[in-house]
């Protein structure tokens, strides 16, 4: 045993190093050297000026916040359960920062002195390549949720589809693919960037779409360059299921007699947003009587479409209205003659009823020869990726999804 233990000299070594100070905790840019942070949310009901009087602050300051906010964050914007974190005195409780998040991708931070500011901060948003891959069980919300993937997910991938996928003749064995970039903010996931590709088999029948960049032009397209939107939507509505069909004698459900029904029933709960199927001018909204609340829009060449039993119409919703493909009209309700919440959804060619289902929608013009090869080469990659879906990529073990 050295005598350096024996006497204790190696304590008076150590005890003569310098020590390292501990580090001060940092939150949203703030030193937390005499502060502590709390995390809470927006109360219901809250107003920006509600808080800031709730812990004291005079109607005078509060102004002043206001005015610096200008330009940086609305507060009109403030909504309930918004993330907030209230940075205090660790002795006094004086509020002296408060930290707002909006939204997953940025913050805003309110510095609470005689003269405020008002910053808002962008995190480092990373973004991570995903590849979704699945039969189809029951539907695709169901499937992909259960999954693990957003709503908002699901609900992209069948707007990106919705001109060419039934969603209500899907079946189980059905195939998806999706190729997307997903964002994250310090590992976690927060929201989805660009969908670079979708692939859906139904019933034999591969449908592909490509995300496609240059210049001016943006958008979805198939491998031929015609572009995924077409004239009309499959459907008005997403993820519901098919009550009734068009037929030229039903047993009505409220009158108990047999009479025509041209059009096809969407059976949804109320509330279900119910969105135009086309580019048009509305013609008219109202009450139809037994159809309930009702809205008509003319589209080009003789083409008409009608909403019935809505439970309410979108804001701005009138006659002379000029819609686009997929605007919000209103919600499924069960107004007029209706035994439950449902969309009655008819079309009309020249003033002659068709089944909705049966309407081909002309597909659109596509990409211009001088843009097809640049087209083509960027979708190699992708169109090889997505063929998986539909069992048609070339056999390779050490490939990867």
């Known amino acids: 045993m050295g005598l350096s233990v024996l006497f204790g000299c190696r304590g008076k070594e150590e005890a003569s190093k310098p020590k390292v100070a501990p580090a001060i905790p940092i939150r949203y840019g703030v030193e937390l050297r005499h502060l502590k942070a709390a995390d809470t949310t927006v109360p219901n009901g809250a107003t920006f000026a509600t808080l800031l009087g709730h812990w004291g602050f005079s109607a005078a300051l509060t102004q002043k916040v206001v005015d610096a906010s200008k330009g940086v964050f609305d507060l009109r914007k403030l909504r309930a359960r918004d993330s907030l974190t209230v940075i205090r005195d660790s002795a006094g409780g004086q509020v002296r920062h408060l930290v707002l998040r909006p939204d997953p991708y940025s913050y805003v931070r309110f510095d609470l002195d005689s003269v405020p500011k008002v910053t808002r901060v962008a995190f480092k948003v990373d973004t991570v390549r995903r590849t979704v891959d699945g039969a189809i069980t029951t539907s695709l919300w169901e499937d992909m949720t259960r999954l693990g993937h957003s709503p908002s997910l699901v609900g992209r991938m069948a707007d990106i589809l919705a001109c060419q996928v039934d969603f209500f003749a899907i079946q189980p064995g059905d195939r998806f693919r999706l190729i997307y970039d997903e964002l994250r903010v310090d590992g976690r996931a927060v929201g989805q960037g660009t969908i670079h590709g979708v692939s859906f088999q139904q019933s034999g029948e591969l449908a592909q779409a490509f995300h496609f960049q240059h210049g001016g032009i943006s958008g979805y397209y198939d491998e031929q360059g015609h572009p995924m939107r077409r004239a009309f939507l499959k459907a008005p509505l997403q993820f519901s299921r098919i009550s009734s069909h068009f037929t030229s004698a039903r047993m009505h ?28 001018t ?17 589209h080009d060449n003789g083409y008409m479409t009608g909403y019935m039993h809505l439970n309410a119409f979108a804001k701005g919703i009138g006659a002379g209205r000029h819609v686009r493909q997929g605007d919000l009209i209103g919600w499924v309700g069960m107004t007029g003659l209706a035994t439950g919440p449902h969309l009655d959804f008819r079309f009309w060619k020249n ?8 309407v081909v929608s002309p597909p659109a013009p596509p990409l211009p020869d001088s843009l097809l090869a640049v087209f083509r080469q960027s979708i190699a990659g992708l169109k090889t990726e997505l063929a998986v879906a539909g069992g048609k990529a070339p056999a390779s073990p050490n490939k990867k999804s």
Request: net charge positive; with cysteine.
């Open 253 to 280: 459900p409220v009158l108990r007699i047999v009479r025509p029904h041209y059009g096809v029933d969407y059976a949804a709960p109320t509330g279900t947003p119910v969105m135009a199927v086309g580019d048009g």
């Open 282 to 298: 509305v013609v008219s909204k109202g009450w139809g009587g037994g159809g309930g609340n009702c809205v008509k829009i003319r």
């Open 351 to 358: 003033g002659t009823p068709v089944d909705p289902l049966h």
